[in-house]
């Protein structure tokens, strides 16, 4: 991305790939009646998993797992996965699952996993590792850039506790992930500390309502909580 520079102020001209990220943002939010809900879910079970999964060998990182969540709760929530197009909601059967991705110059890219609902996850960690790859050397396809139908925003790397992600339009929903927070609960007479990390649920108010998106998150929450490997 070019810049220019005055004496007082650097300017970076909105075109580019930048451009076209920015008129999707703007676009997204003109076209979705867009809502978000937000959630905290514990998570204990997914990294007691996690390290069951390490001592047999298998390196699954926490994205990998909540990707995991995800689409085992899609499965069970199919009014939420999906697009509108026009005046219409078309609701898919397959899970594609769109990943945001971080690249170089401040660009952002969502490509999908298609078929995400039929990979264990392993397969999932390597479908996503092989799109983060070829998204820095610019080698997505059109249909992985426009295919999905749920995106994962994922800023737990961050200090971002919660946050609003906006939809990747046409797609009915995008969940965000934010970093996670030691808490202290109480559990009977003791107090024990416990990893909660915060789900931020944006949805097009117009394909979906209110309490069914809850139900989702909430149901996602669940299965969190209750992971196994």
């Given at each position: 991305?070019?810049?220019?520079?005055?004496?007082?102020?650097?300017?970076?001209?909105?075109?580019?790939a930048r451009g076209m990220i920015a008129d999707k943002m703007v676009s997204?939010?003109?076209?979705?009646?867009?809502?978000?809900?937000?959630?905290?879910?514990?998570?204990?079970?997914?990294?007691?998993?996690?390290?069951?999964?390490?001592?047999?060998?298998?390196?699954?990182?926490?994205?990998?797992?909540?990707?995991?969540?995800?689409?085992?709760?899609?499965?069970?929530?199919?009014?939420?996965?999906?697009?509108?197009?026009?005046?219409?909601?078309?609701?898919?059967?397959?899970?594609?699952?769109?990943?945001?991705?971080?690249?170089?110059?401040?660009?952002?890219?969502?490509?999908?996993?298609?078929?995400?609902?039929?990979?264990?996850?392993?397969?999932?960690?390597?479908?996503?590792?092989?799109?983060?790859?070829?998204?820095?050397?610019?080698?997505?396809?059109?249909?992985?850039?426009?295919?999905?139908?749920?995106?994962?925003?994922?800023?737990?790397?961050?200090?971002?506790?919660?946050?609003?992600?906006?939809?990747?339009?046409?797609?009915?929903?995008?969940?965000?992930?934010?970093?996670?927070?030691?808490?202290?609960?109480?559990?009977?007479?003791?107090?024990?500390?416990?990893?909660?990390?915060?789900?931020?649920?944006?949805?097009?108010?117009?394909?979906?309502?209110?309490?069914?998106?809850?139900?989702?998150?909430?149901?996602?929450?669940?299965?969190?909580?209750?992971?196994?490997?």
């Amino acid at each position: 991305m070019t810049t220019e520079t005055t004496s007082e102020t650097r300017i970076v001209p909105l075109r580019g790939a930048r451009g076209m990220i920015a008129d999707k943002m703007v676009s997204s939010l003109q076209t979705a009646a867009q809502l978000t809900h937000h959630a905290r879910a514990d998570m204990t079970a997914l990294l007691a998993a996690k390290a069951q999964y390490k001592a047999k060998g298998i390196s699954l990182s926490v994205e990998d797992l909540l990707m995991g969540a995800v689409v085992r709760t899609l499965a069970n929530h199919p009014d939420i996965n999906g697009k509108v197009k026009d005046r219409e909601v078309h609701l898919s059967r397959a899970i594609d699952l769109g990943v945001a991705i971080a690249l170089p110059g401040n660009l952002l890219a969502a490509p999908a996993i298609f078929g995400a609902g039929d990979m264990d996850l392993q397969e999932l960690r390597a479908a996503r590792r092989d799109l983060a790859e070829r998204a820095r050397s610019n080698k997505l396809t059109v249909p992985e850039m426009t295919g999905g139908t749920f995106t994962i925003s994922n800023l737990g790397l961050s200090r971002v506790e919660q946050f609003t992600p906006i939809i990747n339009t046409p797609q009915i929903a995008i969940l965000g992930v934010g970093c996670a927070v030691e808490t202290a609960v109480r559990e009977g007479e003791n107090t024990v500390w416990k990893s909660f990390t915060g789900l931020s649920l944006t949805f097009d108010h117009r394909a979906i309502d209110g309490a069914p998106a809850a139900d989702f998150l909430t149901a996602l929450c669940a299965t969190i909580e209750t992971f196994t490997p």
